[in-house]
């Protein structure tokens, strides 16, 4: 049975400074991020002791408690990659045109992720998805690590806004944090996201 693994770090823990300390950057993905790979293995093995014992009573909180953990793991595992010491900017091409044709601008669309962002309540995620079956770009708020969002969809830039992502630099004023994150935004990563979305039909 194949199990979930850390990715690697596509740059160094420094190379996102200043807008995010080295040290920030570490905790976040040797601590907080390997932690939900830990918590899925360990809630498969749950899942699969309860199936062999049949023994189900407590199916419902391991069930949450594994869309929690991969869920978790899933959103880092983009985050990591939506990111680049080189990134900033704003993307070309067909993604630039549909975030004009489903936002009207790439400003009002900008606006709209860094509010959806720091406006999260408690711990959760800013996220532009693509949903397949309008065929449209949508911004989503995740609560946690999951909920609040289109059963269907995909996410393609995704911004954390859990308190461990950025406290110890920022404190309590995650605007700033949002802020930054602009700059750090890898189109490439995102581009290619949406290329692959867009060219499958559900």
């Not at 309008?134 to 946690?144: A, F, G, I, T």
């Not at 059963?151 to 110890?168: G, K, M, R």
Request: hydrophobic share 40%.
């Amino acid at each position: 049975m194949g199990e979930y693994a850390l990715p690697d770090m596509p740059y160094d823990y420094a190379a996102l400074e200043p807008a995010i300390t080295g040290e920030i950057l570490e905790l976040h993905h040797s601590k907080h991020h390997a932690a939900y790979v830990k918590g899925a293995n360990d809630t498969l093995e749950r899942l699969a002791e309860a199936r062999d014992k049949g023994e189900f009573g407590g199916l419902v909180g391991l069930e949450k408690t594994f869309a929690f953990n991969l869920s978790g793991h899933v959103l880092h595992s983009i985050f990591w990659q939506n990111l680049s010491p080189d990134g900033g900017d704003r993307p070309d091409g067909e993604l630039a045109a549909a975030i004009d044709e489903h936002f009207g601008s790439f400003e009002a669309f900008q606006k709209q992720l860094t509010t959806a962002t720091a406006g999260v309540q408690g711990s959760g995620w800013g996220i532009l998805a693509w949903e397949p079956l309008s065929r449209r770009l949508v911004v989503e708020q995740v609560y946690d690590h999951h909920g609040n969002v289109g059963i269907n969809t995909t996410p393609l830039l995704v911004f954390d806004a859990w308190e461990h992502a950025y406290y110890l630099q920022y404190r309590n004023v995650r605007p700033d944090y949002v802020e930054k994150l602009w700059g750090l935004v890898n189109w490439n990563d995102v581009t290619q996201r949406f290329s692959t979305v867009t060219s499958t039909k559900i």
